[in-house]
């Protein structure tokens, strides 16, 4: 039975498999960060198992029977005077058919004012995108791995332009209760178009990201490894500010090596005290590090930091993400148990 899961599972994605870069796909915003503790352990974390109901827009195997009743809202303060949020429910109907999980994302970015080519203005105008997600998982009889999925329903509006289409995530998930270890894998917005914008079929931004993840023996941290974008090697570019100049005017751009792209995977963070009331929560993402850090000026690019604090049935969260020396992101997020 777990043999025909797994295979399953990846002939899915063998099937789809796309390089993932950004401005070549529609709906980016579905790849963005879920709420502020996925956020502070570096964007892209899989393998929380537990209460987290945000932890399943990302992972659809991680729904469990902890997140039942539970609400989850965040607002993220974006770059650029953009704001984008979500909200996630879990509820479940009994112990034989366990818990259904779902969830919204949306994004607005902002006002602006339209001018034609010769300059004149022609009125202001908004763009937004919206993502409605259903989701469930289940446990393969008699072993330690859940297979889940969410369904999404993606609308999307950029001025007078618009699109509606769908989305699966697959994902499957190892979790040891003994060893305190869990492993994901996740197949994330498998689809396509119902409706383009202007008669030009987009791809969506199909993505593969592996993690894993173990709370310590005897200390209160949990950390966590992600590997991602597995469907597309080639993430790393030569960036131009990086390239010498010899005095013969001779330029050697940058090489990217394999140790570069493969670093560029990587995201890692770390949870102290993970099962209590108080929790600080660190992390670091190696790409967006090594895209938005400038030469030769120490800025921080890829860290992230937050918190959060159990207040009877309330949980609020924060993170700061440190994106560059131009912009950074406030991350909230409140979670409610309604039990």
């Not at 949306?106 to 995108?129: C, L, Q, S, V």
């Not at 791995?145 to 499957?172: I, P, R, T």
């Not at 994106?323 to 979670?335: D, E, K, P, Q």
Request: one cysteine or more.
């Amino acid at each position: 039975m777990l043999k025909k899961y797994t295979f399953f599972l990846f002939l899915l994605i063998c099937t789809t498999v796309s390089s993932q870069i950004g401005g070549k796909y529609t709906y980016q915003f579905l790849n963005l960060v879920s709420s502020p503790r996925q956020a502070a352990l570096g964007g892209k974390v899989l393998t929380n198992y537990d209460y987290d109901v945000s932890q399943a827009l990302f992972n659809p195997a991680s729904i469990n029977l902890e997140m039942d009743n539970h609400l989850a809202l965040n607002y993220v303060s974006y770059l650029g005077g953009i704001n984008y949020g979500s909200a996630a429910y879990a509820y479940t109907w009994d112990r034989r058919v366990q818990t259904f999980h779902a969830g919204v994302t949306y994004i607005n970015y902002g006002t602006f004012e339209g001018r034609d080519e010769n300059g004149e203005i022609t009125g202001d105008f908004t763009g937004n995108e919206v993502a409605l997600s259903l989701g469930y998982a289940l446990n393969i009889p008699w072993t330690d791995f859940h297979v889940g999925a969410n369904l999404k329903l993606v609308s999307s509006k950029l001025e007078q332009y618009n699109s509606f289409g769908g989305a699966l995530d697959l994902a499957v998930m190892y979790v040891n209760k003994d060893l305190d270890l869990n492993i994901a894998l996740v197949a994330r917005n498998i689809g396509t178009q119902f409706s383009t914008y202007a008669g030009v079929q987009e791809k969506l931004p199909f993505e593969v990201d592996f993690g894993i993840s173990q709370k310590l023996e005897n200390v209160p941290v949990r950390w966590h490894l992600t590997i991602e974008n597995l469907q597309d090697w080639n993430l790393a570019f030569s960036n131009p500010a990086r390239a010498e100049q010899d005095l013969d005017g001779n330029v050697t751009n940058e090489k990217v090596g394999f140790t570069k792209e493969f670093i560029r995977h990587m995201v890692i963070g770390a949870e102290l005290f993970p099962d209590k009331g108080f929790n600080i929560r660190l992390g670091y993402n190696f790409r967006r590090a090594e895209e938005l850090r400038i030469v030769d000026q120490r800025s921080f690019s890829g860290l992230s930091a937050g918190f959060g604090i159990k207040i009877n049935k309330l949980r609020f969260n924060y993170t700061h993400a440190r994106y560059s020396v131009a912009g950074n992101t406030g991350l909230f997020g409140l979670m409610i148990n309604l039990q």
